[in-house]
């Protein structure tokens, strides 16, 4: 089993940051890759950005240029800085761990508001 829990969401202006943290705890030692979705409501969860355990990162392409997956691997740590606010990125943020031979595990997420 493991364990994700994600901090760092708020209310932030249009144009404003925040940066999610997310830490992993339990059999953190067989987790791959690492990823952040979010939903908003109304629409289906989207894939925000993922990173492996070498440091490969993806984004979706609504927010390349803004935000920054990155990972911590002696922690099981994951995180996202997000720059360049927008509105239509309110959401709740997921961070996800992916883990061999097991369904993707989700944390609680986090709720990010931006107003315009």
């Known amino acids: 089993q493991v364990q994700l829990v994600e901090s760092g969401g708020g209310l932030v202006q249009a144009g404003g940051s925040l940066r999610l943290s997310c830490a992993a705890s339990?059999?953190?030692?067989?987790?791959?890759?690492m990823g952040w979705h979010r939903q908003a409501p109304g629409k289906q969860h989207e894939l925000v950005a993922s990173?492996?355990?070498?440091?490969?990162?993806h984004y979706a392409d609504s927010v390349k240029g803004r935000f920054t997956i990155s990972r911590d691997n002696t922690k099981i740590a994951a995180y996202l800085q997000m720059n360049s606010l927008k509105p239509e990125d309110t959401a709740v943020y997921y961070c996800?761990?992916?883990?061999?031979?097991?369904?993707?595990?989700w944390g609680q997420g986090t709720q990010v508001t931006v107003s315009s």
């Open positions: 996800t761990a992916s883990v061999l031979g097991s369904d993707d595990y």
């Open positions: 339990g059999s953190s030692f067989f987790i791959t890759a």
């Open positions: 990173i492996t355990p070498s440091g490969n990162t």
